[in-house]
């Protein structure tokens, strides 16, 4: 275990990191060739991949050309509750999965998992972190999922159905592979080592192709995963894996949701976005107005030029001229800064709009998709 | 890790072993004083009791004490399903909750992990070992236990109302303390670990002290449950321990439910325990008749005397005759095995005319104490 990422510990620093990743990890980068494919089908490409901020993969380029050749697949990922609400990181890969299923039509099941967090340690209070599992559900839900081809589920109320599945994984994978895989050590709790079987049933629930966008950090699952599925008569998984976002301290921080300096949350309000960023928003501009207007500023390590860049400003040609305007010192921080709450805000208020509005329980019980996951029973 | 004896592994080699493992446990042993103040609340002394093939506890003084102070208790005890259906050892800790009950009225409930022997690699058929967790729980009902104080549950099928307190538990051991107590190592499964909060879940089925009857090899899940109960505002764990009983082949060996010459099972019927007996029953007599009636026998390592005095022979009078007369000979392994033959299937004749009778139901889904537990959910 080389690595400084593990689904519990990240610690990236540079873009040399994720290129070391890849290698370490075994995955493919996502490149141009297989953009190209998947907007062949698809007609056009999202912004999270065509940024390249979803930037390696395992088997993506095989899933197309078996869908190219009539297979399905559906698609799987999940968030973990802690011991807050949710930032905007935090939804990157639900906005993902929502494009993909309003391109491929397909079903897309959203795992909750309530005791990860408890386990790893990262939370001492069960009960609190079980109550933001309903808040993230309709977090989740609010990016616009199809209620009738989604199903969001948490651990803990549909342990019933994962059960069974979970005894036959667990049987599989050795404390020994655990450990090597993830890399923690007897001091973690007995509840860790058995959860990996739990993050592994979800690419069960059904005989296609599993696809499933994740941070690179929930790799590991799923390399495990392919040594398995063939044992039950289930298609490996297939990963598209992102990087992770900057918290708004600086490049490669961690926006911690325990850190209100650090996150904008979604349920943040124009006046609270605008201040974090303005107030808080690491500038990659220069000193003074003066020397920025002079020297210009450096967009690479600007936080808000971050953001605009991975998710908020679609318009390719539109981040091209802000990039260049913020090089020459022409846009100014305070215009960057400003411009960027903006684009959040319209993001942010459209997700708290629809937050109000959704019938969760569709969702979770009684949409076409989850109606039938609550009679699901895993048969090999 | 000095012990021979796990949950998994038994090696058991004399009653001096039993001693040291009083020691290693740090429990103590079942003595007179507590037998006689158990004697002045139920009047008599199960057989199992008397003769001490429970013969070792953790607490149970003390439980007497405030029970006599109007503190209350129930009963826990389980059976792990495997690749085989249930002989006569098996039944022994549920022939002591019986008795129990009755002199206590106190509720009992029987856990059936139907994970646990796949997840330890004991049984390779997971659907199979299943089917028996259903066959194992009419045996145990068979007893005679009181279908509206008693619930027995299969941990797959009741798994929904195990998780939460399940989280809770997994949280408060470490790999390295499970390793430490259980003495497994990085090649167990990642289930293995992780089944230790299910054994000691139901301790917390109500807020009295839980009394579990069971083999001293199951002591290690509640020396855990000791350390925290009182987290979770419940009782510690009172245990008191059997010694194991003997196969057919001889002293000290394993009556072992996959192979026939070892083990009587529940539903043979007269002609086969007697073959049995006849045949298999490790014997202490003469090597011939006249060397056994000139020498006498020795009823300390023969099988079927084992058997008389462990459960079957109840007239401690009687019993003390068929030991005289074997040692000095005038009793011949052929009288003893018949009547040891006899005295079995009087017993197992009883089970199985019961085992056909039972509601199964009542005792797990819609007895009084069942249907309640049902709806339980664990509030700490």
Redesign the interface.
């Known amino acids: 275990m080389n690595s400084k990422v593990t689904p519990w510990e990240v610690d990236i620093e540079s873009e040399e990191d994720y290129r070391k990743l890849i290698e370490e990890f075994g995955v493919k980068e996502i490149d141009d060739n297989l953009l190209n494919e998947l907007k062949e089908i698809t007609g056009d490409l999202h912004v999270l991949l065509r940024r390249r901020f979803f930037y390696a993969h395992r088997g993506f380029d095989e899933l197309l050309k078996e869908y190219k050749n009539g297979k399905s697949f559906f698609i799987y990922t999940g968030r973990a509750p802690s011991k807050s609400k949710m930032h905007i990181g935090h939804l990157i890969p639900f906005i993902l999965v929502k494009w993909l299923q309003d391109k491929f039509k397909v079903n897309v099941y959203i795992q909750i998992p ?2 990860e967090k ?2 790893a ?1 990262k939370t001492d209070d ?1 009960e609190a972190t079980r109550q933001y599992a309903y808040e993230d559900a309709r977090t989740i839900a609010s990016v616009g999922l199809d209620p009738d081809r989604t199903f969001i589920f948490i651990n ?1 109320e549909y ?2 159905h994962l ?2 599945p979970a ?2 994984v ?7 592979e ?2 090597k895989v993830f890399g923690f ?7 860790l ?2 959860y ?2 739990l993050q592994i049933v979800p690419t069960f629930f059904e005989e296609s192709y599993p696809l499933i966008p994740c941070g690179i950090d929930q790799d590991p699952y799923f390399r495990l995963q392919r040594d398995i599925a063939e044992k039950f008569n289930r298609k490996k998984a297939i990963t598209i894996l992102s990087k992770f976002v900057w918290g708004l301290q600086g490049p490669y921080t961690k926006m911690s949701a325990s850190d209100p300096k650090s996150a904008i949350f979604i349920d943040d309000d124009y006046e609270t976005v605008r201040y974090k960023i303005l107030k808080y928003a690491f500038s990659g501009g220069g000193a003074t107005l003066e020397e920025h207007k002079k020297y210009g500023g450096k967009p690479e390590i600007d936080v808000s030029f971050f953001w605009l860049s991975v998710l908020f400003e679609e318009d390719d040609r539109k981040l091209k001229e802000i990039e260049e305007g913020y090089r020459k010192g022409e846009i100014t921080t305070g215009e960057l800064k400003d411009y960027t709450a903006k684009k959040v805000w319209e993001f942010l208020r459209n997700i708290q709009e629809n937050r109000r509005k959704i019938d969760l329980d569709k969702f979770m019980y009684d949409g076409k998709l989850a109606s039938e996951m609550w009679n699901w029973e895993f048969k090999i």
Request: aromatic share 18%; hydrophobic share 35%.
């Open positions: 309530d005791e408890y386990w340690k069960y803990s342990i019933k059960y069974k005894i036959y667990a049987r599989e994978i050795s404390i020994h655990a450990k050590d007897d001091s973690a709790t007995i509840g080592p058995f990996i079987s």
